[in-house]
């Protein structure tokens, strides 16, 4: 049952025009999100403590005093922490202002810009287009990588500091040493395999209708692992690669893919990031209940208490609707 629902303009919330990205966040036991509203320019900080009643706190907008320079068209925003430091921050990405703007969100009332940069700065090269980010820590360091899509590859961001980001290794479409499928970029996830001890990062490419797999275990010096394209090696629902999740089952590393045009999504084996294997695909209008897959866009992995299952839930573009996957057995899902 739907809990509680707010919109732009009212009760105080005024950065939800064009509501793209979110994520959550606890501050001493309470629990919070921020938004990005794209059409806005802007970022909303929301009081999620009590689901039935959500509360707008702060807000902040391209251009407001105090540093806020990269918000403008923003789109993706992850949340994170530093060693050594108490406060809480958020990366947010802008492909309007082809940047990142850093924030202090540890007084959700009260959000402070710390830091932002912007391509072609600084030994930023991979900016233009900014459109997703993730975060992973590499040795007591905290790193950004970015996914820019009018510059077709990834920038590493040392976030560390968050007073003073830094430019760290970028890869562009055609590099050599595998960086082939790289052409206008979509979405990326860290993650780590079990048995090995380096950090990964997979990237869907909305040009190529591909996934490329990146090492970035040192973020001084990308390496390419693998990549593939949709229609080779068992790859169906591939093209125009949008969203994409990771999850592990009994030891094993998965992706799951959405194809805003194939309408369906693609279960990857990525547990050997050198030879990523296709696992099952199911498309809008299959039978068994694959009815809300047409224009796929965003996915995210999640279980339920008392339930041993894994399922993932897909945005529909197309169909302004959502489908629920159960995603336990990689090789035979279900709706």
Avoid: C, M, W
């Avoid at 809008?284 to 992995?301: E, H, T, Y």
């Amino acid at each position: 049952r739907a809990a509680d629902a707010e919109t732009d303009g009212s009760n105080s919330f005024t950065e939800l025009a064009g509501a793209s990205g979110v994520d959550t966040f606890t501050i001493d036991g309470t629990s919070y999100a921020i938004v990005t509203g794209n059409s806005d320019n802007g970022v909303q900080i929301i009081d999620i403590s009590d689901p039935t009643n959500i509360v707008a706190k702060d807000a902040q907008d391209d251009g407001d005093a105090g540093g806020f320079d990269e918000l403008e068209g923003v789109r993706e925003v992850k949340t994170f922490t530093v060693d050594g430091d108490t406060n809480t921050y958020a990366i947010a990405v802008s492909p309007t202002d082809d940047g990142v703007q850093i924030l202090n969100i540890t007084d959700p009332t009260a959000i402070t810009a710390t830091d932002d940069e912007t391509d072609g700065s600084n030994s930023f090269t991979e900016l233009k287009g900014a459109i997703a980010v993730d975060v992973f820590t590499i040795g007591g360091g905290t790193y950004a990588i970015v996914a820019a899509q009018s510059d077709d590859g990834v920038q590493i961001i040392d976030i560390s500091d968050p007073t003073n980001i830094v430019a760290k290794d970028a890869q562009d479409d055609g590099d050599s040493g595998g960086f082939d499928r790289l052409d206008g970029p979509r979405d990326v996830k860290v993650f780590t395999v079990s048995g090995d001890s380096n950090t990964y990062a997979i990237v869907t490419s909305l040009a190529e209708h591909a996934v490329q797999i990146l090492n970035i275990t040192d973020p001084t010096a990308i390496t390419a692992t693998d990549s593939e394209v949709d229609g080779a090696n068992s790859f169906t629902e591939l093209e125009d690669a949008f969203g994409v999740d990771v999850f592990t089952i009994d030891s094993s590393t998965y992706a799951i893919v959405t194809g805003f045009v194939d309408d369906g999504v693609q279960i990857i084996d990525i547990s050997d990031p050198t030879d990523i294997v296709a696992k099952d695909a199911q498309d809008d209008g299959d039978a068994g209940g694959f009815d809300r897959l047409d224009g796929p866009r965003d996915v995210k992995v999640f279980t339920v208490s008392g339930d041993s299952n894994t399922y993932a839930i897909v945005t529909s573009f197309a169909e302004h609707a959502v489908q629920i996957l159960n995603i336990t057995d990689p090789t035979a899902i279900t709706a």
